[in-house]
């Protein structure tokens, strides 16, 4: 977390005074970390660390092609989608984050991968593509945030009912008072 | 929104009321409300006769918005809500919440509660086991296995009132240790549960893996490929059975996992006879990891001394257990209050379910059931 660089929404929102969490790579993480600037190179990519984990940064209209060639370059070999969620920042900087959680078993590396979005209209592409796994993740993410995931098949709503209004993932969304629906 | 696939079946409907001549697909609903659906979960069939052509699944009628309730409240009191998300694997949820507060915090938890948390998660493990293969026997329509594996479960759930007060819903663990310690019959009591679990595990084995009827109606259905699998974002026993030897107990241990010597069982065909047998394998393998950690278990502290009201630096952490349904993670972002301000679970069932369609297409409605029912879903925590 604290090699990430100012442009991290957290660091902008944070008092000074706030400990942060120390940053402790693993020996597979360091080995991973020295290894993507280089494969990532015209992406754009920003790498940094957060606790134990490789955290890298894509702009949002490269995040297939990084997705991609993560999934597929031997090094590599992002198989594993572990998670995919969105963080709600439009209080601090006006943007949605979203989270992608990878794991590979034939390396026994893991990173997470974020990109950002505009608190208006929030899209991201969809990576049902490269994982078919995170189909559902995105369903419910854009039932909750209200984040549309250009070229998902379905986005139907999942977890909510068809009817609902709003979108209660967001830290605008009050906990307790809102009518019935 | 209109679901899409909902308005084909709707169409076929409409071509159907035509008098033009020749077959059409039916649509058949099943649950929320079905007793094989274990929960309240629907799924949409189309079928033509009675092979599957499509499944819709519908969940969400249990979302409740944990996770932001979770986002409102302070840590200790997360635990309480991570155990109703798996409400078989009550332990075991507990353990990813705690885990990651203190892997966020820096916090090393005593090796006596380290232990006792890796007991309490094993019992647990079978306990859960015990009621798949139960309720798994009923999907087929066999009746007895059920009564032998409810009363060895609810001799586990008195162990664990014993522990922590309740035989489900516990709150027993603590970001740092747990609770309280042990009573001083636990380990009598908890060695003689093993002799006891072993022999059950063993009945369940004989009534069912080689019945003729059981094997005819689990092989070869609802196969998936370790690649498949591994696309789908399965874990667990599920993912194993496919071949694919992926167990966070092993590829990433936590606790003191590391310390103890046990195997991973993994299946060869990715079919409902492997899904159900591995988790046969899977509860032996507990009861001797609760073995060799009985016999490390030492007297000392069970706590950590840290503040009452947890309050974890700033900083975003990803921590994740191997549950009995599969690798269950938490990503939490913390602002460096006492409350996180994002918390988001990455639920095994929750994916597991997704590969529904794929794993049912081309059977027939019965072994729908079957394949539902190895999937071994908790509503509760595929909704949150």
Redesign the interface.
């Known amino acids: 977390?604290?090699t990430e660089g100012s442009s991290n929404p957290?660091a902008k929102?944070?008092?000074p005074e706030?400990?942060?969490?120390?940053v402790a790579l693993p020996p597979e993480g360091i080995a991973l970390a020295a290894l993507l600037p280089e494969a990532l190179a015209d992406h754009g990519v920003e790498v940094g660390a957060?606790?134990?984990?490789v955290v890298c940064t894509v702009p949002a209209d490269r995040l297939i092609d990084v997705c991609r060639l993560l999934k597929d370059e031997p090094s590599l070999k992002f198989?594993?989608?572990?998670?995919l969620?969105v963080?709600?920042y439009v209080e601090q900087v006006g943007e949605f984050e979203v989270?992608y959680?990878l794991f590979s078993?034939a390396n026994?590396h893991?990173m997470?991968v974020k990109t950002r979005t505009a608190e208006r209209r929030p899209s991201v592409p969809s990576v049902t593509s490269v994982?078919?796994?995170?189909?559902?993740y995105e369903r419910e993410m854009h039932d909750l945030f209200g984040v549309t995931f250009e070229g998902h098949h379905?986005?139907?709503?999942?977890?909510?009912?068809?009817d609902f209004d709003g979108f209660?993932?967001r830290k605008s969304?009050p906990?307790n008072d809102y009518e019935e629906w | 929104?209109?679901?899409?696939?909902a308005t084909q079946i709707e169409d076929k409907f409409t071509y159907q009321a035509s008098s033009e001549p020749g077959t059409v697909d039916m649509m058949v609903n099943m649950g929320p409300q079905h007793p094989a659906t274990h929960g309240v979960f629907r799924m949409e069939l189309r079928v033509d006769g009675e092979q599957i052509q499509d499944v819709v699944p519908h969940?969400?009628y249990l979302?409740r918005?944990s996770?932001?309730?979770c986002e409102?409240e302070l840590y200790s009191q997360i635990i309480t809500l991570f155990d109703r998300f798996d409400y078989v694997s009550n332990f075991n949820n507990e353990l990813v919440i705690v885990s990651a507060v203190e892997?966020?915090m820096?916090v090393e938890p005593p090796p006596r509660a380290e232990l006792i948390r890796i007991i309490m998660c094993e019992f647990n493990r079978i306990a859960s086991h015990l009621l798949f293969y139960g309720t798994f026997a009923i999907d087929m329509g066999a009746i007895t296995p059920v009564l032998y594996n409810f009363r060895d479960r609810e001799k586990i759930q008195s162990l664990f009132e014993s522990v922590s007060g309740a035989r489900m819903m516990h709150n027993y663990f603590r970001v740092g240790g747990v609770k309280e310690d042990v009573k001083d019959d636990f380990t009598s009591r908890a060695l003689a549960l093993c002799d006891e679990l072993e022999r059950g595990v063993d009945e369940t084995d004989k009534l069912l893996t080689e019945n003729e009827i059981f094997v005819e109606r689990t092989t070869g259905i609802g196969v998936i490929s370790g690649e498949d699998a591994?696309?789908?974002?399965?874990s667990g026993p599920v993912l194993r059975a496919s071949g694919?030897p992926?167990d966070v107990r092993v590829?990433?241990p936590y606790s003191r996992y590391s310390e103890l010597d046990f195997g991973i069982p993994v299946g060869s065909a990715g079919d409902c006879w492997d899904r159900f047998y591995l988790r046969i394998l899977e509860a032996r393998e507990s009861l001797s990891i609760i073995r060799q950690a009985m016999a490390l278990l030492e007297p000392g502290d069970t706590m950590a001394q840290i503040r009452r009201i947890a309050r974890?630096?700033?900083?975003?952490?990803?921590a994740?257990c191997e549950n009995p349904r599969g690798?269950l993670?938490v990503?939490i972002?913390?602002?460096?209050g006492e409350r996180p301000?994002?918390l988001?679970v990455?639920p095994p069932s929750?994916?597991n379910?997704?590969a529904l369609k794929d794993l049912t297409v081309g059977h027939y409605i019965a072994d729908a059931v079957v394949i539902l029912g190895t999937l071994d879903i908790v509503l509760g925590e595929v909704?949150?």
Request: overall charge negative.
């Open positions: 977390m604290t957290p929102r944070r008092e706030v400990p942060q969490a120390a957060a606790i134990d984990e198989e594993y989608l572990r998670l969620t963080v709600d989270v959680h078993l026994h893991k997470v994982w078919r796994g995170a189909d559902w379905n986005l139907s709503p999942l977890v909510l009912p068809d209660p993932g969304y906990l | 929104m209109t679901d899409p696939v969940i969400g979302h918005g996770e932001k309730l409102h892997k966020l820096g591994l696309d789908w974002g399965l694919v992926y590829d990433e974890p630096p700033a900083g975003e952490v990803y994740h690798d993670g990503y972002v913390s602002d460096g301000y994002r988001k990455r929750f994916c379910l997704q909704d949150r």
